[in-house]
């Protein structure tokens, strides 16, 4: 697979709708924020790459009307050719638009993977992966009752790189609520497919509104749940779904204290305890580091 996937963005500057970027640097295995921005709105492209969103994902598909998507399409390509870098929703593997999309985007310079919409069998990513002369990750947008009972074999497939929740289409899918009990099971089949499969933790399904009380509960739901990333709709939700998926400056004291003393023991193990700890504050160090979160000063 193409270490596209973890690519830094660089800076870059070009004029019109030409990427003018903050440098990336949280890899895309880590990326907690994924937001989406609609293919038909070319003019925001920048202004969505300068955010501060771990992830940028230029949607061609639920975002576009079928009438559109060439258009769309084309101002995608455009930006990825002068600069600009992002993920790209493409449109499903059954639809007539799937083959366009790739064979217009795998020459893109600027493309750092795509999003398979409504995947439900490893084949679909498979051939995805393929028609991207295996050069691109993908990451697998499931969407359906098929797609979850399926989850644990799209994350097998060879070019799988995150699994991802597409709630609201799931929700019409099955006529299940938005209630985070009614959501546990496809969230939970995600993320044991996800560590089946040897692939980082998938990214949750949007919040839709503006409320950011709502948007922290849902998002410590996501957490709680095992998932490590979340889409977002808007800009505005980033800095919330950072904070709440990045460990606390308490949970990173505590990492670095019981990292310390595991080392200034010889790094002895002392009972049953001991291996689940160092396993959840190296986890812990690995993503303050990513994300840039201190302990507490004393």
Not at 72 to 97: I, Q
Request: charged share 25%; net charge negative; hydrophobic share 40%.
């Amino acid at each position: 697979m193409s270490s596209q996937g973890d690519a830094v963005v660089a800076a870059a500057s070009n004029e019109g709708q030409g990427a003018v970027r903050r440098t990336r640097s949280v890899p895309a295995k880590l990326a907690r924020s994924w937001l989406l921005v609609p293919a038909t709105k070319p003019e925001v492209f920048s202004d969505a790459d300068r955010s501060a969103a771990d992830g940028i994902i230029l949607d061609i598909e639920d975002a576009v009307d079928p009438s559109r998507k060439p258009q769309a399409r084309d101002a995608v390509v455009e930006w990825l050719s002068s600069g600009g870098e992002a993920w790209v929703r493409v449109n499903d593997a059954s639809s007539e638009f799937w083959g366009e999309d790739l064979a217009a985007l795998r020459d893109a310079p600027g493309l750092q993977g795509v999003m398979l919409a409504k995947t439900e069998t490893p084949r679909q990513v498979e051939d995805t992966f393929r028609n991207l002369r295996n050069s691109f990750p993908v990451i697998a947008l499931v969407e359906s009752a098929v797609g979850i009972e399926s989850a644990t074999d799209i994350a097998r497939a060879d070019g799988a790189f995150r699994l991802a929740f597409g709630s609201g289409d799931f929700r019409r899918d099955t006529g299940m609520s938005a209630d985070k009990e009614a959501m546990a099971y496809p969230r939970a089949k995600l993320v044991v497919a996800s560590r089946c499969g040897n692939l980082p933790g998938p990214i949750d399904g949007p919040t839709v509104g503006s409320s950011h009380p709502v948007l922290r509960e849902q998002s410590a739901t996501t957490v709680s749940m095992g998932m490590t990333g979340k889409l977002c709709l808007d800009v505005e939700q980033v800095p919330v779904i950072n904070e709440v998926i990045s460990p606390t400056p308490t949970d990173v004291a505590w990492a670095n204290g019981f990292l310390a003393d595991f080392e200034a023991r010889g790094c002895v193990i002392r009972d049953g305890s001991d291996l689940p700890r160092l396993g959840r504050a190296r986890k812990i160090a690995e993503l303050a580091d990513a994300f840039n979160v201190s302990a507490p000063a004393t």
